[in-house]
Every structure is written in C-alpha cells, then in structure tokens.
C-alpha cells in the first residue's frame, strides 16, 4: 500500500487552464504538506494543514487553493496556469505539526505548462 | 527566514569511496532532517537529527546544534547511493538547503 499517494504523476497543460492534483495517506497522520520543487530541485514549502485546519500558507499566489476535506486528503487546485507554475508538487505527510521523525513524501506530480 | 547552506554542491564518487556532506544554518533550530531524492524523484527521509549522532548502516549523521552544523556521512559509497541529499530544519516547516548531488561510479 502506497503511503501518501499522488494523482496524476504527470500532468501536461496549457497556460490559461485551471488543473487540481489529488494527495491521500493512509498513515493517519495528522498534518499533510505542499511543497514545490522548481528546475533547480529546490524545494519549499507551499501550504500546510493540521486535522484540515490551514496552518501555513507560504505567500503563494492566491491562484493555488489547497483544500482539505478530511485529514487523509489535501488536494491543490491552480487557476489561470503559467508557464512559471511548471515544476514537481510533492504532497507530504507527519504525524504531527512539526514532523519529529517522520515526513513521507508522495512520489511527486510534474507539471508542465505550456 | 532561517538560511540553509549545503556543501559541496556536487560530488562524484568512485564506488566504496567515504564522503562527508555538510549543511549550515544560520539559526537554533527544533530539528534538522536528512533527505536523499533518488534518481526517479522520490525524496526519503534519512534522518531526524536534532543533536548528536545516528547511524543506519552505511550512512551516519551527526549535528552540533550549538554550532549550527549538520554532517551526513556515507561510507563504501554505492552506486545506489547517487542523488541529491537535502537537509532541512524543521521549524514547523521543512526549510531546505539547495542540496548536494552525489554522483557514484562503479
């Protein structure tokens, strides 16, 4: 069984369009992450949500609009897409805020806008 | 926010060959993690190293909080062990340094 899964693993899309990448975890964790690596491979934090309550929120462009229906699920919804939005969105997982031991990265959804 | 600065940024390695990567920061930190994304992306976590020593086979890890380093460390390093190592402190968000990419010829 996947531990925090990702949908889709590739996305492909043009400008102007609007695309939503879907995260679960079957961990029970309690906080669930979004963390954009750009071409560069580096990485940062997007949005962070403990038990489906926004605790970051990493000035992103209010284009992007996570959602979390459960504490399993947070799932990222990008408006209007630019060519600057292409990258790999990881969805991350801890037991709680913080992390302590334990962060499980998804295998990750690359994003190309073209 | 806090700054994370890892060396070298590249290293290539012939295989059974030691290493020794470092991670500055520039604040007192709740905790520090190691990564290693493998060559098909997947970031796994290494460590969870807020002071002191660990070890898990080949690799260790040690960080000095009061001099605000971190050192992984592999040995009889693997082609497997290629890919880029992140660490990144952990203050309630996972702040990453650039990274160094390992590279292991057999």
């Known amino acids: 069984d996947t531990a925090v899964s990702q949908t889709p693993k590739y996305l492909v899309t043009q400008m102007g369009n609007d695309k939503s990448i879907k995260c679960e975890q079957n961990?029970?964790?309690?906080?669930m992450y979004w963390y954009k690596q750009d071409s560069k491979k580096f990485l940062k934090i997007m949005f962070s949500?403990?038990?489906?309550?926004?605790?970051i929120n990493e000035t992103v462009p209010n284009r992007f609009s996570p959602k979390s229906p459960d504490k399993a699920h947070l799932n990222l919804h990008i408006n209007s897409l630019e060519l600057g939005d292409s990258a790999v969105y990881f969805c991350a997982s801890s037991q709680v805020a913080g992390g302590g031991d334990g962060y499980t990265f998804g295998s990750g959804t690359r994003l190309t806008v073209v | 926010g806090i700054q994370v600065e890892q060396s070298p940024p590249d290293l290539i390695l012939q295989e059974g060959a030691n290493s020794t990567l470092r991670c500055n920061f520039s604040d007192s930190v709740n905790n520090l993690q190691w990564f290693h994304q493998n060559p098909w992306g997947q970031l796994i976590n290494l460590f969870y190293?807020?002071?002191g020593t660990k070890q898990n086979g080949r690799l260790s890890a040690t960080t000095v909080a009061t001099e605000r380093y971190s050192l992984l460390y592999i040995s009889s390093s693997q082609t497997t062990d290629s890919g880029v190592y992140f660490c990144a402190v952990d203050n309630y968000k996972l702040s990453f340094g650039a990274g160094t990419t390992v590279t292991v010829r057999a």
């Open positions: 949500y403990n038990n489906k309550e926004l605790i």
């Open positions: 961990l029970g964790h309690d906080t």
């Open positions: 190293i807020p002071s």
